[in-house]
Nanobody
Framework: QVQLVESGGGLVQAGGSLRLSCEAS????????MGWFRQAPGKEREFVAT????????RYVDSVKGRFTISRDNAKNTVYLQMNSLKPEDTAVYYC????????????????????WGQGTQVTVSS
């Protein structure tokens, strides 16, 4: 059974940084794309960033480009989201997700492509 456990959320002032982690278990981590999504109060869940199973490709939503970096450590079965220059509008619950199918030919980034989800971690950015 695939399990995803996020950590690293918290309260930070605008301009600060946080690093989110998501540890996966239940299958061979290195064979699957990994993504981060977020949901702000009263809003729909949105894509934030994704990294391919090869680690060669990444993709970001425009609003976080240049500020957030996604990476993975296959030896630790963990994907990270380094968030710098945080803004109040980054406040949301952040979710880690992964597809059911391995070896994606094209990097996954749409919500329907992700089958397994973590429980989420709260990020709050104060102004």
């Amino acid at each position: 059974q695939v399990q995803l456990v996020e950590s690293g959320g918290g309260l930070v002032q605008a301009g600060g940084s946080l690093r989110l982690s998501c540890e996966a278990s239940g299958r061979t981590f290195s064979s699957y794309d990994m993504g981060w999504f977020r949901q702000a109060p009263g809003k729909e869940r949105e894509f934030v960033a994704t990294i391919s199973w090869t680690s060669y490709s990444t993709r970001y939503v425009d609003s976080v480009k240049g500020r957030f970096t996604i990476s993975r450590d296959n030896a630790k079965n963990t994907v990270y989201l380094q968030m710098n220059s945080l803004k109040p509008e980054d406040t949301a619950v952040y979710y880690c997700a992964t597809p059911k199918a391995p070896y994606s030919a094209d990097i996954s980034y749409q919500e329907w492509q992700f089958d397994y989800w973590g429980q989420g971690t709260q990020v709050t950015v104060s102004s």
